[in-house]
């Protein structure tokens, strides 16, 4: 049997397989140990797995004497903002996010809605090298049951100082793949007074997804076919948890997940300027956003909590991933979909002249490289091999990240499947053919 992908946002495999009820379990309860006892909010995603592995993290917490609050099916940045609330130990997500339906896992949460710091992935991986201290009968709690997540969430955001919740009628097509946008989306649109259409609402009897989970412009080709059918203002489509979002444009122009965050970065810092922070995999759609407003942009290594904690050492309140992910703080510091739909929602309020599509047109245009190659060997054994062969980087913080003329290159192994991600974006496409070319050769080399 294979292992479970451990990352710092938690576990995950595929479920039976790299991930069972059993890793679940054991996770779950060095998780209740790190954060002691108490109340740990538990939310899941719509796998259907997701029962299984809910009711294994849920055994693991009483085990270790926490108490479980179980929120249902909502998304991730739901089970960040309710684990934030006082009295909360933490919390867990039961998802594996973009990874198709087979997959499952758990998004570990903090008191503070970030997933684990440095320091705690620390003591957790401390934790789960040593034997779990059980509970006696006296000391196991019981298994309680919290509803309203989900509207609370969405009142939440909607009250957000920059949200613009009356003016231009608006019309929008979410694509929620089967998950956890079915509730949060009509929810969000509800309390900015939109008017919605959703596609793909439930997965599969089989327990798949009704598209490919990951929100790119590759899965998103009915959303864009149901935006110019519907004469609809913007299209969103969404990853099963919630987290990510990617835009279609009015006329039915899958402009994609990278323009979420330098529109967001756009609309936040013409009200607020300041620094901001993006992943080394992010666009520089991000920069030329923030420089519209005299604002510099900071770069992490990718993941949701290194971004944060870039956010906290520079200062900056909104920043996010290429992806679809952004952060606002005036929120809470985790991705979140019902920010980004917002924020596009207020700009287009704002601006009642203004379509997407000239919105996405008065950006820079840039071509983007996303590729991902199975690869199970030593990546440092890679890197060296491709200093050799590409030069210098400019970045070894996560992977290897290069500057080019006109763009960047970055090569890093993933944390979340056994794969190397090729990330490149250039104004000038012999520039991203020749380092992708490089990366090949090297990756013969080490096959």
Known sequence: MNKPIISGSG??????????????????????????????????????????????????????????VLLGVVTTPTVQLEAMKKGVSGGIAVTSSHNPGNWNALKLIGSDGVFLRAEE????????????????YRGCSRTEILEGSTA??????????????????????????????????????EALDVEWEMIFPEMTPEGDFPRVAEPSTESLTVLAEEVVKRDADVGFGFDPDGDRLALV?????????????????????????????????????????????????????????????????????IGGEGNGGVIHRDCHLGRDSAVAMTYVISYLREHPETTVSEWADSFPEYINVKRKVEYTGDFSRMAVLLEQYMG??????????????????????????????????????????????LFRKVLKCVE
């Open 11 to 68: 576990i995950r495999g595929i479920f039976g397989d790299s991930f069972t009820v059993q890793d679940a379990c054991s996770f779950a309860a060095a998780f209740g140990e790190l954060v002691g006892p108490g109340r740990v909010v538990v939310g899941r995603d719509t796998r259907k797995s997701g029962p299984a592995v809910e009711a294994a993290v849920c055994a693991g917490l009483l085990g270790v004497g926490c108490t479980p």
């Open 121 to 136: 992935r620390n003591r957790l991986t401390g934790l789960l090298a040593t034997e779990r201290k059980w509970t006696d």
């Open 152 to 189: 609370r969430h969405a009142e939440l955001v909607a009250e957000l100082p920059l949200a613009i919740k009356t003016g231009r009628k608006l019309k929008v097509v979410l694509d929620v793949t089967g998950a956890t946008a079915a509730l949060l989306g009509p929810a969000i649109m």
């Open 249 to 317: 444009d009015n006329t039915g122009r899958l402009i994609g997940e990278e323009y979420t965050v330098a529109m967001a970065l756009d609309y936040v810092l013409a009200h607020r300027a300041g620094p901001a922070v993006v992943n080394l995999s992010t666009s520089r759609l991000s920069e030329d956003a923030a420089g519209r407003h005299g604002c510099v942009v900071f770069r992490s290594p990718v993941g949701e909590v290194n971004v944060v904690e870039e956010m906290d050492r520079r200062g900056a309140d």
């Open 392 to 437: 210098q980087p400019d970045d070894t913080s996560d992977g290897l990240w290069w500057r080019r003329e006109g763009g960047w290159v970055h090569i890093r192994p993933s944390g979340t499947e056994p794969v190397v991600r090729f990330i490149a974006e250039n104004t000038a496409q012999e520039v991203l053919d020749n380092d992708y070319a």
